[in-house]
Nanobody, 124 residues
Framework: QVQLVESAGGLVQAGGSLRLSCVAS????????MGWFRQAPGKEREFVAA????????YYADSVKGRFTISRDNAKNTVYLQMNSLKPEDTAVYYC?????????????????WGQGTQVTVSS
């Protein structure tokens, strides 16, 4: 099993920036990809970004491309999501996700393991 713990989110004004982090523990050697999803009130959970754990290849949803950057620190078993130029429509609970396979996350689909979620609120 893999356990994922996200950092606290927060409240930020539109146009601002916020960085989320997610630390993995447990069977971290099995991880091949990590990523982020989000769920806004009344909406389905949606893919945000993913990263190949070893190669570093990244994949983004069109809605965040050019504004968000996913990165990882293998030594710390941590994945980051740098969010810039935030918009009110980015308001959501953000979930960290990981998988022992590449294909799900790198095609925008969820992997097996989830964090507990962290709230990000962008005010207009």
């Amino acid at each position: 099993q893999v356990q994922l713990v996200e950092s606290a989110g927060g409240l930020v004004q539109a146009g601002g920036s916020l960085r989320l982090s997610c630390v993995a523990s447990g069977r971290t050697f099995s991880i091949r990809a990590m990523g982020w999803f989000r769920q806004a009130p009344g909406k389905e959970r949606e893919f945000v970004a993913a990263i190949h754990w070893n190669g570093g290849t990244t994949y983004y949803a069109d809605s965040v491309k050019g504004r968000f950057t996913i990165s990882r620190d293998n030594a710390k078993n941590t994945v980051y999501l740098q969010m810039n130029s935030l918009k009110p429509e980015d308001t959501a609970v953000y979930y960290c996700n990981a998988d022992p396979l590449l294909r799900p996350l790198m095609t925008g689909n969820p992997g097996d393991y989830w964090g507990q979620g962290t709230q990000v609120t962008v005010s207009s």
